[in-house]
């Protein structure tokens, strides 16, 4: 069985439904009051927890042979991405977990000390690292369904936000083909105990998404480029009143400041790891909208 945390993000309901499309018996994470119907429609086992307790996640480990690690955190960096994650290692050497599959982020080795989630996120990869376990350590770049919402405003508008260096360069994975990678990590001989940097098949200039858009939709982009300077003070006027969200704003300043790209030979190492060829930004934009079907 697998257990699957951060089961209803957009992430963690792929993994859900691709394993349940492979008839692969599923254990689905899920909090209270999270809309976690589609996973009961496909036939997961859903457990009811909160992964701040950590009774909840030595219940959920029991009888798991897998663990595929996804969830996040919108504000509580240290509860969620850190000490969350550090009780279900715990739990999976406990329960003699098989294999441990940990989504981490691309560039979380760089020390961005600014960001309270690439902190906790690579301490989290050196305890997983020298815990024993079978592990598979992916980083991702940036999720390809993120950009649907944007996608959308585009196709109905024609404007394109662009907040920063439209020359910065980035690596979006499709979200579907980074659930399989997840998903056959835990058989794949060349996935194991590895840290494997993920991201789509072609390196994008942020100036080239807007293009994309405009290719797909057959119009031409006008985009609105603000200069980091805006979310900076944002960041400072929001911080007198929440600090947590301050916080929370600091990891998206770093995602938008630097290149979270893969090389070619990076590309090529998990199309040939994994036995697959990766979807590029423009495919997966027109698999979810080009037809006008449903956000997902």
């Known amino acids: ?17 691709e394993l349940r499309e492979k008839d692969e018996s599923v254990r689905a994470f899920v909090r209270l009051f999270s809309d976690y119907k589609e996973l009961e ?47 279900l290692i715990d739990a999976a050497i406990k329960n003699n977990v098989e294999h441990f599959v940990y989504i981490s982020v691309l560039g979380v080795d760089r020390g961005y000390q600014d960001s309270q989630v690439f902190r906790a996120k690579r301490e989290t990869e050196k305890y997983l690292m020298a815990s024993g376990l079978n592990y598979t350590i992916l980083r991702p770049s940036g999720f390809a369904n993120n950009l649907l919402p944007l996608a959308e405003r585009f196709r109905d508008t024609g404007f394109y936000l662009l ?33 494997l940097p993920v991201g789509g098949p072609e390196i994008l200039k942020r100036k080239d998404v807007p293009k994309i858009f405009g290719k797909v939709f057959k119009q031409e982009p006008i985009i609105i480029n603000p200069p980091l300077l805006l979310l900076d003070g944002v960041k400072s ?39 697959m060829k990766l979807e590029s930004l423009e495919d997966f934009i027109i698999r979810y909208l080009g037809n006008n079907s449903e956000n997902d």
């Open 163 to 195: 907040i920063g260096d439209p020359k910065n360069r980035s690596s979006i994975i499709s979200t579907d083909d980074l659930a399989k990678i997840a998903i056959d990590s835990v058989k794949v001989t060349g996935a194991l105990n590895k840290i």
């Open 41 to 87: 429609t496909r036939e997961a086992s859903i457990f009811v927890g909160d992964l701040r307790e950590d009774k909840d996640i030595e219940k959920a480990c029991v009888g798991v042979k897998y663990i595929i690690s996804s969830h996040g955190s919108d504000k509580d960096a240290e509860a969620l991405d850190y000490r969350a994650n550090i009780n």
């Open 1 to 17: 069985m697998f257990l699957v945390t951060g089961s209803t993000g957009s992430l963690g309901r792929r993994i859900v439904r």
């Open 237 to 275: 006027v929001l911080g007198l009143f929440d600090s947590q969200t301050e916080k929370g704003l600091n990891t998206l300043r770093t995602l938008l400041a630097n290149e979270f790209f893969i090389t070619a030979e990076e590309v090529a190492n998990l199309e040939s790891i994994y036995d």
